[in-house]
């Protein structure tokens, strides 16, 4: 008996995917545990095994294509088994939500069946038209809920459809002209530069994903990952809405060095993680920022909302891009949990298979360039976070006594719309002060 392939949904903020390669061809063998297609979010790629054995009979898009997730994307059965009923009655299954696609349905099945699918697809795919206007059900929800003029919202679905994202660039844009928003979507509308409802600012502009280079004999056009657009688009709100500033200092880091080769010496007969000089850089900002409420907190709907948790996003340097994944409630946990935590989910985030649920939710965002030799740097704020911590790389220096010690620079990125410079100053003086001296914090 034939069985229909949806689009699984990785995270309950993934609205749709894109096919990135079939691994199968319509027509050929497939067995349980086989590869049938790859697919990406905006931050992750995942590949799509078959759980039952039969023959590929038809494949409803085409690499690059757009899929709303819980969307049918193929249908695997026997050979030779008629299809057309099965493809008609796509229309009836309860989580499938709209592409709107009508015409472009791949499959070697007869023409018949090709044609009601086609028809199931326009008519079951969940997508609400209101006048001229297509919706998806949960920007619907959410527009219901907040009060959101959908009217004002730019569609960036596939099709002219306007998805989850859109309503809380409505939400935003009404709350920077001072408009009222209700209850709700103070509630509910917390957007983070890790996902897809980060980057509307310049996917509305950005065209139909394209798979494949333009070329000339003096340069080549690559075209931006799903990844990229949504790190370009994150990256331009980013400096177009909030008003950032950065300060500059350092600590001596003589006692973080020294404890650093201590558990590099130790760590394995102690039965310890390799903990490193991040690692206690993370315990630090965890045990000092909830002193400092403004800092662990999020600029939304003109408000400042703190957390009484630090969810700590910490940035992870990939081939797809960067990705922050977050150590959520960081106050809580010993440097061994930090460690253990934040090596796990970067290993997660380099595989490309991390959840994109656990990119998303951040209070406040450390980025560590000192590996790579830079000595200062101005971080970029990841909205709607209020401060991003910029850890350098240790240089000499000399005191007044001629003395020469090792200083590591850090640089306070914050929003000046939620913070003032002192406020913002104080929190790195503490967090400078606590580094010089981890022994003790680690003692507490």
């Known amino acids: 008996m034939a069985k229909i392939i949806i689009m699984p949904r990785q995270g309950q903020s993934v609205e749709e995917c894109i096919i990135t390669k079939w691994s199968k061809k319509v027509g050929e063998k497939v067995a349980a545990g086989d590869i049938l ?16 054995n039969g023959v590929l009979l038809a494949a409803l898009y085409d690499e690059g294509d757009i899929v709303p997730c819980l969307s049918p994307v193929c ?4 050979a030779g088994e008629d299809i057309s009923s099965l493809l008609a009655g796509i229309k009836n299954t309860e989580k499938s939500t709209s592409n709107d696609k009508t015409t472009d349905t791949k499959t070697d099945a007869p023409v018949s069946a090709a044609a009601a699918a086609n028809e199931a697809t326009a008519q079951s795919t969940g997508t609400i038209n209101e006048g001229n206007i297509k919706i998806s059900p949960r920007a619907r929800l959410k527009a219901e809920r907040t009060g959101a003029d959908i009217t004002s919202a730019i569609p960036t679905g596939y099709g002219g459809r306007i998805i989850e994202r859109d309503i809380d660039r409505v939400l935003d844009e009404a709350a ?3 408009m009222v928003t209700t209850r709700e979507d103070m509630s509910t509308n917390i957007m983070t530069p890790n996902t897809a409802t980060a980057s509307t600012a310049s996917v509305e502009q950005a065209p139909a994903v394209q798979m494949t280079a ?3 004999d003096d340069y080549i056009d690559i075209p931006l990952t799903p990844t990229r657009r949504a790190i370009a688009a994150s990256m ?3 400096l177009t809405e909030a008003a950032q500033l950065t300060l500059h200092s350092s600590f001596d880091a003589t006692e973080m060095l020294s404890l650093r080769a201590e558990f590099k010496e130790k760590s394995a007969t102690l039965g310890l993680p390799d903990i490193t000089l991040n690692d206690m850089v993370l315990f630090a900002v965890s045990r000092v920022i909830l002193s400092h409420p403004d800092c662990n907190a999020h600029f939304i709907n003109n408000a400042i909302r703190r957390f009484n948790t630090v969810n700590l996003a910490v940035a992870v340097d990939t081939e797809r891009g ?3 994944p977050v150590i959520r409630g960081a106050e809580k946990m010993s440097l061994s949990e930090i460690s253990v935590a934040v090596h796990s989910l970067a290993a997660e985030a380099r595989s490309g298979r991390i959840s994109p649920d656990a990119l998303r939710g951040g209070s406040v965002t450390v980025t560590n360039l000192g590996s790579l030799g830079v000595e200062s740097f101005t971080p ?7 401060v991003i911590i910029g850890i350098c790389a240790p240089v000499t220096r000399v005191r007044e006594n001629g003395d020469v010690y090792p200083a590591v620079g850090v640089s306070l990125t914050f929003d000046h719309r939620a913070l003032d410079g002192a406020s913002a100053a104080r929190f790195l003086r503490d967090l400078c002060t606590a580094m010089e001296n981890i022994s003790l914090y680690l003692a507490k």
């Open 322 to 324: 960067l990705l922050v």
């Open 75 to 78: 249908i695997i059965g026997e």
């Open 236 to 238: 331009h709100r980013s």
């Open 214 to 216: 333009a070329a000339t």
């Open 380 to 386: 970029v704020l990841n909205p709607p976070q209020t």
């Open 37 to 52: 297609f790859s697919y990406e979010t905006d931050k992750s790629a995942f590949d799509e095994t078959s759980d039952t």
């Open 176 to 178: 920077r002209l001072g």
